[in-house]
């Protein structure tokens, strides 16, 4: 049953934070160091690296370990015989691969727009891939700077993939948080759509000398699984962890939900804003905020009732604004966006 209008349900969070995906991502390529400055200079919250491995075993930040769509790594003729087949969470893929590099030889590349079709790519080239080290540098340096706390929310990328070859991400990351002061202290929330890692990290993190750092569940689409769920042949799905027993369970070892935006307020068949689902509602019964992703402004990722003009590319503030107050009158905890200055406004009401 749709929750009314008369069913206003409030924020469990003290403040609801602006969460700044891949950095800027609508404005500089993700999940780079200027993509993360520019997140932070429009006002997020919170900056979220998405993090692989290098096969020395440093954590760097890419959405995906393969990274021939966001980098210049076909461009470099002594990277051409990396180019390789694999699967990776049960799905055939094609490409460069993270783990087949070191971080020396990384750092060679520069970073690419990964929407080129939607995006601007006149930073193509100019920037280098981050490690989560030097992201912690920036973030600190610049909270510093600007006398407010800013928090970085990483996720766990592919992690039964990663531990099966022998590269697990959990306690790598677990260990650069704790060697910076910063993230020492700051307010960490690790991510994953996975599960057991999480429950790991519950029990890495039971003795409170991690008070910092919290956990967040990301929930991908009803009818999938978490990828380590189905490698052991589980049957858990993302729809069973969403309904009310589910979320009581995820409670027991995450703070936090992330579903997508459209499991609060779906689509309609005409691609129009249906009516809010009890998710919020029911995460909320179960002490669990909501922390759901990603608001993006091209007109190309909106309802189409918001849209302005018939150019899916066109970046529309307006309606950006309009659906994430929408949303926000749901009671989100948080959410995350491709530009925080948008974010910001609809959240300020400025």
């Given at each position: 049953m749709?929750?009314?209008?008369?069913?206003?349900?409030?924020p469990?969070?003290?403040k609801?934070?602006?969460?700044?995906h891949?950095?800027?991502?609508?404005?500089r390529p993700?999940?780079?160091?200027?993509?993360?400055?520019?997140?932070?200079?429009?006002?997020?919250d919170?900056?979220?690296?998405?993090?692989?491995m290098?096969?020395d075993?440093?954590?760097?930040?890419?959405?995906?370990?393969?990274?021939?769509?966001?980098?210049?790594?076909?461009?470099h003729?002594?990277?051409?015989?990396?180019?390789t087949g694999?699967?990776?969470?049960g799905?055939?893929?094609?490409?460069?691969?993270?783990?087949?590099?070191?971080?020396?030889?990384?750092k060679t590349?520069?970073?690419?727009?990964?929407?080129?079709?939607?995006?601007?790519?006149?930073?193509?080239?100019q920037?280098?891939l981050a490690?989560?080290?030097?992201?912690?540098?920036?973030?600190?340096?610049?909270?510093?700077?600007?006398?407010?706390?800013?928090g970085?929310?990483?996720e766990?990328k592919?992690?039964?993939?990663?531990?099966?070859?022998?590269?697990?991400?959990?306690?790598?990351?677990?260990?650069?948080?704790?060697?910076?002061?910063?993230?020492r202290?700051?307010p960490?929330?690790?991510?994953s759509?996975?599960?057991?890692n999480?429950?790991y990290?519950?029990?890495?993190?039971a003795?409170?000398?991690?008070?910092?750092?919290?956990?967040l569940?990301?929930?991908?689409d009803a009818?999938?699984q978490?990828?380590?769920?189905?490698?052991?042949?589980?049957?858990?799905?993302?729809?069973q962890m969403?309904?009310p027993?589910?979320l009581?369970?995820?409670?027991?070892?995450?703070?936090?939900i992330?579903?997508?935006?459209?499991?609060?307020?779906?689509?309609?068949?005409?691609h129009l804003?249906?009516?809010?689902?009890?998710?919020?509602?029911d995460?909320?019964?179960?002490?669990l905020?909501?922390?759901p992703?990603?608001?993006?402004p091209?007109?190309?990722?909106?309802?189409?009732?918001?849209?302005?003009?018939?150019?899916?590319?066109?970046?529309?503030e307006?309606?950006?604004?309009?659906?994430?107050?929408?949303?926000?009158?749901?009671?989100?905890?948080?959410f995350?966006t491709?530009?925080?200055?948008?974010?910001?406004?609809?959240?300020?009401?400025?």
């Amino acid at each position: 049953m749709p929750v009314t209008a008369a069913a206003v349900e409030k924020p469990l969070a003290a403040k609801v934070l602006v969460i700044g995906h891949r950095g800027a991502s609508a404005l500089r390529p993700e999940h780079t160091l200027a993509s993360y400055a520019k997140a932070i200079a429009d006002g997020a919250d919170y900056i979220e690296p998405d993090l692989v491995m290098t096969k020395d075993g440093v954590l760097v930040a890419r959405h995906e370990n393969e990274i021939g769509s966001t980098t210049d790594v076909a461009d470099h003729p002594e990277f051409a015989a990396r180019k390789t087949g694999k699967t990776i969470d049960g799905q055939a893929v094609t490409g460069w691969f993270s783990e087949d590099f070191s971080l020396a030889e990384l750092k060679t590349l520069r970073a690419r727009e990964r929407l080129p079709k939607l995006r601007s790519t006149q930073y193509d080239g100019q920037f280098p891939l981050a490690t989560l080290d030097e992201i912690i540098d920036l973030v600190a340096a610049e909270s510093k700077a600007r006398g407010r706390v800013i928090g970085i929310i990483p996720e766990i990328k592919h992690g039964t993939y990663f531990r099966k070859i022998g590269l697990p991400l959990e306690d790598t990351l677990l260990a650069t948080l704790a060697a910076h002061d910063y993230t020492r202290t700051a307010p960490v929330e690790i991510q994953s759509f996975e599960v057991g890692n999480l429950k790991y990290l519950r029990g890495k993190l039971a003795d409170g000398t991690h008070g910092n750092i919290r956990l967040l569940q990301l929930l991908g689409d009803a009818e999938e699984q978490p990828f380590d769920v189905a490698a052991a042949g589980g049957q858990l799905d993302y729809a069973q962890m969403m309904t009310p027993a589910g979320l009581r369970e995820i409670a027991t070892y995450a703070d936090a939900i992330g579903p997508s935006i459209r499991a609060i307020i779906p689509l309609k068949f005409n691609h129009l804003l249906g009516a809010p689902t009890r998710l919020v509602h029911d995460a909320h019964a179960a002490g669990l905020e909501v922390h759901p992703y990603t608001f993006r402004p091209e007109n190309y990722f909106l309802p189409l009732d918001l849209w302005q003009g018939i150019d899916p590319r066109n970046v529309n503030e307006a309606g950006s604004i309009t659906e994430i107050r929408i949303y926000l009158a749901t009671g989100i905890d948080a959410f995350f966006t491709d530009d925080p200055a948008i974010g910001r406004k609809a959240l300020d009401g400025r």
